[in-house]
């Protein structure tokens, strides 16, 4: 199967840690990616880690992976405002060039 | 450098006519994909271009075709068109395959077919 699994909707505080989380299927899945996308806007990369990898920081975000448990989160410090938007994860099957996508989840920063 | 680009931003058609929706890559990427993200639906694969050539699709009637130019721009078709292809289309692009990172796929904003 190919199914990306995602909690639909998330809210925190500005200032508070915002952690999306994201289970696939897929064991052969060789990248994984996090991915932004704003009100009427399309998809903004924001990082991806490789499957070898249990963990990935780059400024406010912090990805983990879990191969094992197939999990994937995405940790934003010092969650703004601005931050407001759906998150997808998406799994990449290197032998096909596809990306299968999570249902998104989206974060709502209150002030 | 320019991102992928996508065009036009809105499209809108009457069921049984055509669309035709447009993207070019970022330089240097040979990679083209499309996907649809209907509402409710999340998004869905629905092509691969690489190096001229369609590598790949998702799981859409035939209606749904496209191309990649000797440029590497694609065009994604879709005939007869009914109520349910209104959607957000979107387009990416990659590097080509067997390079470390490189098929990390960049995606453009956009078109938004509204099918009436």
């Known amino acids: 199967g190919e199914d990306v699994e995602q909690s639909l909707f998330l809210s925190v505080r500005e200032g508070d840690s915002s952690v999306i989380n994201c289970t696939y299927t897929d064991s052969s899945s060789t990248y994984l990616y996090w991915y932004k996308q704003e009100p009427g806007a399309g998809l903004q990369l924001l990082t991806y880690?490789?499957?070898?990898?249990d963990m990935k920081q780059d400024q406010r975000l912090t990805v983990l992976l879990n191969k094992k448990d197939k999990h994937l989160s995405l940790r934003i410090a010092d969650t703004q405002t601005g931050d407001s938007a759906i998150y997808f994860c998406a799994e990449f099957s290197g032998g096909y060039q596809k990306v299968t996508f999570g249902t998104g989840t989206k974060l709502q920063v209150i002030p | 450098e320019a991102g992928v680009t996508q065009s036009p931003t809105h499209l809108i058609k009457t069921r049984g006519q055509q669309a035709t929706l447009r993207c070019s890559p970022i330089s240097g990427h040979t990679s083209v994909y499309w996907y649809q993200q209907a509402l409710g639906l999340g998004l869905q694969f629905l092509l691969w271009y690489d190096e001229g050539e369609e590598r790949n699709r998702g799981n859409f009637p035939p209606r749904f075709s496209g191309r990649q130019f000797p440029n590497y721009s694609s065009e994604l078709n879709v005939n007869a068109l009914e109520l349910e292809d209104s959607a957000l289309y979107l387009c990416a692009s990659s590097w080509s395959r067997g390079l470390a990172g490189a098929d990390t796929q960049y995606f453009g904003p956009g078109t938004r077919l509204t099918v009436l």
């Open positions: 880690i490789f499957s070898n990898m």
